[in-house]
């Protein structure tokens, strides 16, 4: 199916939302929209299709394990990994809902066009400057644009061009992509892949992203490693190595992508909202997401102002992880 006709779809109430628990199910239905309980829900039958609202570990799992049989049409909007108070997942939709798809997706084939045409390019935000050197084989989120039957999508995947760095352990380590400058942001959202690091970091991310609303937020990258890093006219990298720096890869660049999203509305960034994370920007990750959160420092505005142009760069290796 292709995804601008899953999400004009989604957008004209024809496709339900699959809630897991009351609260998502009630914000759903003051959209307008038909609701299913997730175990109502059968993802067996190919002609199925729904947009999931996940607000509990729990159905992550379970979703997990209906990788084998699933063969409807789906994407999910992860509010568990993230926040799922009630405030946030009424924004989460209200943000979705705002999303002019068609244009989004355009977007996004051009900023991949962008980061795939060159082995290096130049990121502008608030007067300062980012270069990202790419490597001859790089990893890169999916860049389709047709969403296949039995595949669990993000919707967050359709609004950005991401290109990865991953890692299954130390040794196996090759990186896409090598920053280097000055990034400053706006703010930061953060998933968590399990609620135990969500209780154990949790509550100094938060007050990270309220130190955000103060402004002057800045990373430092040398060769991928953020050395410094300002939050609010405050340099809290000491904070960030105590609490990171040990940890796998901890304070390396692991994602660098373009928000794709022209939001009509200003971002909310005291919200932790995956639907943040794709606006018209610039974002960089760190954290793996395993031993601790993985999260993003987003540039909304942030443009490409520079590519260093080659005309063999057409042969580098693509791989997609998706």
């Known amino acids: ?9 989604f957008t004209a109430r024809r496709i339900p939302i699959v809630t897991d628990t009351a609260i998502g199910s009630e914000i759903a239905k003051k ?33 997990r394990d209906l990788w084998e049989i699933g063969k409807a049409t789906v994407a999910h909007l992860a509010m568990a990994k993230f926040d799922c108070s009630p405030e946030t997942i009424d924004y989460g939709l209200s943000k979705l809902l705002s999303v002019r798809f068609a244009d989004t997706l ?32 790089i990893l890169m989120a999916n860049n389709s644009d047709v969403m296949e039957a039995g595949w669990f999508y993000s919707v967050a995947e359709f609004f950005e061009a991401s290109i990865v760095n991953l890692v299954k352990k130390e040794s196996d380590f090759v990186s896409s992509f090598i920053l280097d400058g000055v990034f ?12 135990e690091l969500k209780e154990k970091f949790g509550a100094s991310l938060h007050r990270f992203m309220e130190r955000c ?27 960030f190595s105590r609490l ?10 692991m994602e660098i992508a373009i928000g794709c999203v022209d939001y009509a509305d200003p971002v909310d960034w005291s919200k932790n909202s995956l639907l943040n994370e794709g606006t ?12 601790m959160p993985h999260i993003d420092f987003i540039s909304s505005k942030a443009k490409v102002i520079g590519k260093a142009l080659n005309l063999e760069s ?3 290796a693509q791989v997609s992880v998706a």
């Open 314 to 316: 057409e042969e580098r």
């Open 106 to 137: 355009k977007t996004r084939s051009n900023a991949y066009a962008d980061m795939l045409s060159a082995p290096r390019i130049e990121f502008e935000s608030k007067g300062e400057r980012i270069a990202c050197q790419f490597s001859e084989e």
């Open 1 to 9: 199916m292709d995804a601008t006709y899953y999400f004009e779809e």
């Open 280 to 291: 018209d920007g610039v974002h960089i990750g760190i954290g793996m997401g395993l031993q």
């Open 244 to 253: 990171f720096g040990k940890l796998e890869r901890g304070l390396s660049a």
């Open 31 to 63: 959209y307008g929209f038909k609701t299913l309980r997730f175990e109502d829900f059968d993802f067996s039958v190919p002609q199925n299709t729904a947009l999931l609202l996940i607000t509990t570990y729990e159905t992550h799992t379970k979703l």
């Open 184 to 195: 400053p942001f706006d703010g930061i959202i953060f998933l968590c892949n399990n609620a």
């Open 213 to 239: 609303s103060m402004g002057d937020n800045r990373l430092v990258f040398n060769k991928s490693i953020a050395e410094t890093i300002i939050i609010g006219g405050v340099d809290v990298t000491d904070e």
